[in-house]
């Protein structure tokens, strides 16, 4: 299942983006789905990661409290809540679906382009 990864922009430091993952014609809820980014020049990392069994989360150390992964069911979508946002935290970002184990890994950080789908471009400005 390819995700659509929406709601980027440009925004200050210090500013919020509500980004949303979308799955149309599939239920989100059975998948766990993982938010990776790609800055200019960087491989891509693994952001945070969310369970189909209980909604178990996980982040990254770098985004830890000031990022927060949660399922919309009544839009059957999966979102990412990023306040607080650095300009560390500019670069594509795309969503998947992921085992929630191998999500914290490595594991899909080296996957062809053609997996990921469209990613939304976030960009924080100084």
């Known amino acids: 299942v390819q995700l659509q990864a929406s709601g980027g922009g440009l925004v200050q430091s210090g500013g919020s983006l509500r980004l949303s993952c979308g799955a149309p014609?599939?239920?989100?809820?059975?998948?766990?789905v993982g938010w990776f980014r790609q800055a200019p020049g960087k491989k891509r990392e693994q952001v945070s990661c969310i369970s189909s069994a209980d909604s178990s989360t996980w982040y990254a150390d770098s985004v830890n409290g000031r990022f927060t992964i949660s399922r919309d069911s009544a839009e059957n979508t999966v979102v990412l809540q990023a306040n607080s946002l650095k300009p560390e935290d500019t670069g594509v970002y795309y969503c998947?679906?992921?085992?929630?184990?191998?999500?914290?890994?490595?594991?899909?950080?080296?996957?062809?382009?053609?997996?990921w789908g469209q990613g939304t471009q976030v960009t924080v400005s100084s």
């Open positions: 014609g599939h239920t989100l809820a059975f998948y766990g």
């Open positions: 998947a679906t992921v085992s929630f184990a191998l999500c914290k890994t490595d594991y899909y950080n080296d996957f062809e382009n053609a997996y």
